[in-house]
């Protein structure tokens, strides 16, 4: 099938080699991936600040990029949900978009979503022998509903011992703007993230969603904490070199 790539703004910003190795696994899978042009954000730092009618400016031009994709798919759970989650509310009162939101929702996938449960491809073959344990961001697990695909992904990666993190379910403190209107509040709560990840005993962090990991990573790097971060594509990908 044709998979066309939402990067994601923070992604593609500051972490593109994340994009790139989504693009690689997808093609060595037998998919072709294109990355239409003209998206941008998906609107959630403007809806979690309250900017409602600047958001929805911002989902319609994501909307109208992948228009005409068949299948849409990105290495953030959290931007996926706020297309999921949010949208309809956005749109309640524009038909027309509404109806587009909604299709976009239908084509829309978080990338170990779409592996484990539409692609039904668990196991790519991947070997990384290293201690992880794996942070499972609020907005994919509680909005979007990820919770057992990426375990199962992780599950078939040879030689990972994966390690139980103490309080999974807590926030890293990142939230997007939340960190920045509530610095006090958000550091209290990475550091409490942060020793749970040290108690694990872990030598690497895995997770879905590049701002928690970016949060948690920064905490660590201050505390000075040799404790390395990684998206579960970059694991698989570098895991599955010859």
Same mark, same amino acid.
């Given at each position: 099938?044709?998979?066309?790539?939402?990067?994601?703004?923070?992604?593609?910003?500051?972490?593109?080699?994340?994009?790139?190795?989504?693009?690689?696994?997808?093609?060595?899978?037998?998919?072709?991936?294109?990355?239409?042009?003209?998206?941008?954000?998906?609107?959630?730092?403007?809806?979690?600040?309250?900017?409602?009618?600047?958001?929805?400016?911002?989902?319609?031009?994501?909307?109208?990029?992948?228009?005409?994709?068949?299948?849409?798919?990105?290495?953030?759970?959290?931007?996926?949900?706020?297309?999921?989650?949010?949208?309809?509310?956005?749109?309640?009162?524009?038909?027309?978009?509404?109806?587009?939101?909604?299709?976009?929702?239908? !084509?829309?996938?978080?990338?170990?979503?779409?592996?484990? &449960?539409? $692609?039904?491809?668990? @196991?790519? %073959?991947?070997?990384?022998? +290293?201690?992880?344990?794996?942070?499972?961001?609020?907005?994919?697990?509680?909005?979007?509903?990820?919770?057992?695909?990426?375990?199962?992904?992780?599950?078939?990666?040879?030689?990972?011992?994966?390690?139980?993190?103490?309080?999974?379910?807590?926030?890293?403190?990142?939230?997007?703007?939340?960190?920045?209107?509530?610095?006090?509040?958000?550091?209290?709560?990475?550091?409490? !993230?942060?020793?749970?990840?040290?108690?694990?005993?872990? &030598?690497? $962090?895995?997770?879905? @969603?590049? %701002?928690?990991?970016?949060? +948690?990573?920064?905490?660590?790097?201050?505390?000075?904490?040799?404790?390395?971060?990684?998206?579960?594509?970059?694991?698989?990908?570098?895991?599955?070199?010859?």
């Amino acid at each position: 099938m044709k998979v066309s790539l939402f990067a994601t703004c923070l992604t593609n910003a500051f972490y593109p080699g994340v994009d790139l190795t989504m693009a690689k696994i997808l093609k060595y899978l037998g998919h072709s991936v294109d990355v239409p042009e003209g998206q941008a954000c998906c609107g959630q730092i403007a809806f979690n600040s309250g900017y409602i009618d600047d958001a929805r400016e911002v989902a319609r031009t994501l909307i109208h990029s992948f228009e005409r994709s068949e299948i849409v798919v990105s290495p953030s759970g959290s931007c996926i949900a706020m297309i999921h989650h949010y949208y309809p509310f956005l749109f309640e009162k524009e038909p027309v978009y509404l109806k587009k939101s909604e299709e976009l929702i239908k !084509k829309s996938y978080e990338f170990t979503q779409f592996l484990v &449960d539409v $692609l039904k491809k668990p @196991d790519l %073959g991947a070997k990384y022998p +290293i201690k992880a344990t794996y942070h499972p961001s609020c907005h994919a697990t509680r909005l979007l509903g990820v919770d057992e695909a990426p375990y199962k992904l992780l599950e078939h990666v040879q030689g990972l011992e994966l390690l139980p993190l103490a309080e999974a379910q807590l926030c890293c403190g990142f939230g997007g703007t939340f960190s920045v209107k509530m610095p006090k509040i958000s550091e209290a709560m990475v550091a409490e !993230k942060a020793n749970h990840v040290l108690a694990s005993g872990a &030598d690497l $962090l895995l997770g879905i @969603d590049m %701002g928690c990991l970016m949060n +948690i990573a920064g905490y660590l790097e201050k505390i000075n904490k040799p404790v390395k971060t990684m998206h579960i594509i970059q694991l698989l990908g570098e895991g599955m070199k010859p």
